[in-house]
Nanobody, 126 residues
Framework: EVQLQASGGGSVQTGGSLRLSCAVSGFTLRDFAIGWFRQAPGKEREGVSCISSSDPSPYYVDSVKGRFTISSDNAKNTVYLQMNGLKPEDTAVYYC???????????????????WGQGTLVTVSS
């Protein structure tokens, strides 16, 4: 059974940092692209950052470039999203998700995705 377990959300002030973790089971990171998506109240879901073992170039949405870093630990089957320089507009529920595609770009821009974890809330106050 495929499971994705997200954790690490919380409340911080503008400029603060958080690290999200997504522990996966039922598949290996080598076989799937995996990434982070977010949905703010009243807004559509967007792909934030996605990565694939077969592609050295992670995808980042423009609004987080230079502030967020995605990484994976294949031994632990865990993906991380280090979020620095947080802004109020980063406030959202963050989800990790996975799909069997070749690149992070293909995952983050994909309209339908097979596997989702539960969300973790990130709140950034000004």
């Amino acid at each position: 059974e495929v499971q994705l377990q997200a954790s690490g959300g919380g409340s911080v002030q503008t400029g603060g940092s958080l690290r999200l973790s997504c522990a996966v089971s039922g598949f290996t990171l080598r076989d799937f692209a995996i990434g982070w998506f977010r949905q703010a109240p009243g807004k559509e879901r967007e792909g934030v950052s996605c990565i694939s073992s077969s592609d050295p170039s992670p995808y980042y949405v423009d609004s987080v470039k230079g502030r967020f870093t995605i990484s994976s630990d294949n031994a632990k089957n865990t993906v991380y999203l280090q979020m620095n320089g947080l802004k109020p507009e980063d406030t959202a529920v963050y989800y990790c998700a996975a799909h069997k595609v070749a690149t992070g770009w293909a995952l983050c821009l994909r309209p339908s995705i097979d596997y989702w974890g539960q969300g973790t809330l990130v709140t950034v106050s000004s």
